[in-house]
């Protein structure tokens, strides 16, 4: 069985893995020249780490990766305003919550996993048939049995097997990502929520601290500095936000705006072809689970390829979706600008918190508690819905 995965990034490397593992034959297209992925630091929750520990890679991933420990939100003057310990996080879950890397660390583990002869780098797909599963490209064409289309968020596959879906629209909010060098006081993992704006920040190892920030802006703007452009709008929050900024290198702060799928698609696969990732529902960053959703992805279909592409929808469909619509629900109260909405939304957090310590872990128990498929012969039942 042959498979040809378009797209070289997280979620079609690890359908390569996955599909290797399961003795497909895989060929795994990806348009650059050098695999080199954009963003900087990425968290792989629990859910997405069971689902690499089904390919050999979960403990690889932990190894190279950070515990993020205690995490929570706080104010722009540094006070908590809900928070949850690491300890409690992996006694509810049974593992860690999440590890802390570089994408460039997981792109890097799931291409020593493919290997170099399954990847061929420099080749752009031109257009996909479903109904024989043949790709073509600037190199010739290329024919499987199945064809995962991990072609990110703006997916010509999508648009060309979906033509009626009105494809991702804005979510309001801009996005910034950066590496700073680690302050002298480390900080803990947080977010940090204010008027319209968040600043998170996540240590990668002992030197090197990853950040991110959002705002409400219109789509399309951009500064001459960007780090500039973060110490105007951040610069005045409580340490070590202003020292992270002061350090980060402005060559290397990254800033994006951020598109979701919100009108879910009517299907995650057509004749032989099977969307993953972005492709299949881009999402905001805001529960932190867009790889981990590509990755979850990746090893159900892996599983249940060779069968009816429609299994694949049926497991895969409604969780996506009902993640997209939490993120972007996040998104929104993080856009609140109203003085008295920000008040009583910070309120809430915190008394939520006091009479319900554990209440930001339970929030993401749909999400976390999710378990991969059982393999053949296993006495555990599992389809890889929840």
């Known amino acids: 069985m042959k498979a040809i995965v378009i797209g070289g990034g997280i979620g079609g490397l690890t359908a390569g893995v996955a599909l290797d593992r399961k003795g497909w034959d895989v060929t795994v297209l990806e348009r650059t020249p050098k695999l080199e992925p954009v963003g900087s630091g990425l968290a792989i929750a629990v859910n997405a780490l069971r689902a690499l520990d089904t390919v050999g890679l979960g403990d690889p991933v932990r190894a190279r990766a950070r515990m993020q420990g205690q995490i929570g939100i706080r104010r722009p003057d540094g006070r908590w305003l809900t928070h949850t310990s690491g300890s409690a996080a992996e006694e509810r879950y049974g593992d860690r919550t999440a590890v802390v890397l570089l994408r460039a660390q997981l792109v890097d583990l799931l291409a020593e996993a493919l290997g170099p002869d399954r990847l061929r780098l420099g080749t752009t797909v031109t257009g996909v048939?479903?109904?024989?599963?043949?790709?073509?490209?600037?190199?010739?064409?290329?024919?499987?049995?199945?064809?995962?289309?991990?072609?990110?968020?703006?997916?010509?596959?999508?648009?060309?097997?979906?033509?009626?879906?009105?494809?991702?629209?804005?979510?309001?909010?801009?996005?910034?990502?950066?590496?700073?060098?680690?302050?002298?006081?480390?900080?803990?993992?947080?977010?940090?929520?204010?008027?319209?704006?968040?600043?998170g920040a996540h240590p990668l190892d002992e030197k090197t601290v990853y950040f991110y920030a959002t705002d409400v802006a219109p789509a399309g703007g951009a500064a001459g500095d960007e780090r500039a452009e973060l110490v105007r709008r951040f610069g005045g929050w409580h340490e070590p936000i202003p020292e992270l900024l002061r350090t980060a290198d402005p060559a290397h702060v990254l800033r994006n705006d951020l598109y979701y799928l919100r009108e879910p698609l009517p299907a995650m696969h057509a004749g032989r072809v099977a969307l993953v990732g972005d492709a299949a529902h881009a999402m905001t960053p805001h529960l932190g689970q867009g790889a981990c959703q590509s990755i979850e992805d990746a090893v159900v279909l892996a599983h249940l390829a060779g069968g009816d592409l429609a299994a694949y929808t049926e497991a895969r469909l409604s969780r996506t979706a009902g993640i997209v619509r939490k993120a972007m629900s996040i998104c929104r109260t993080t856009k609140l600008r109203n003085p008295l909405a920000v008040a009583l939304r910070d309120l809430g957090m915190s008394l939520a918190t006091r009479v319900t310590p554990d209440l930001m872990l339970r929030q993401m128990d749909g999400v976390l508690r999710w378990r991969p498929p059982a393999p053949a012969g296993s006495d555990r039942v599992r389809d890889g819905r929840a």
């Open 129 to 199: 048939d479903a109904a024989t599963g043949t790709v073509r490209t600037d190199a010739g064409e290329f024919t499987g049995d199945l064809v995962v289309a991990a072609d990110g968020i703006h997916s010509p596959t999508r648009r060309a097997l979906f033509p009626g879906h009105p494809g991702p629209v804005y979510s309001g909010v801009t996005a910034w990502r950066g590496l700073a060098p680690m302050p002298a006081a480390p900080p803990r993992n947080s977010e940090t929520w204010g008027r319209g704006l968040v600043f």
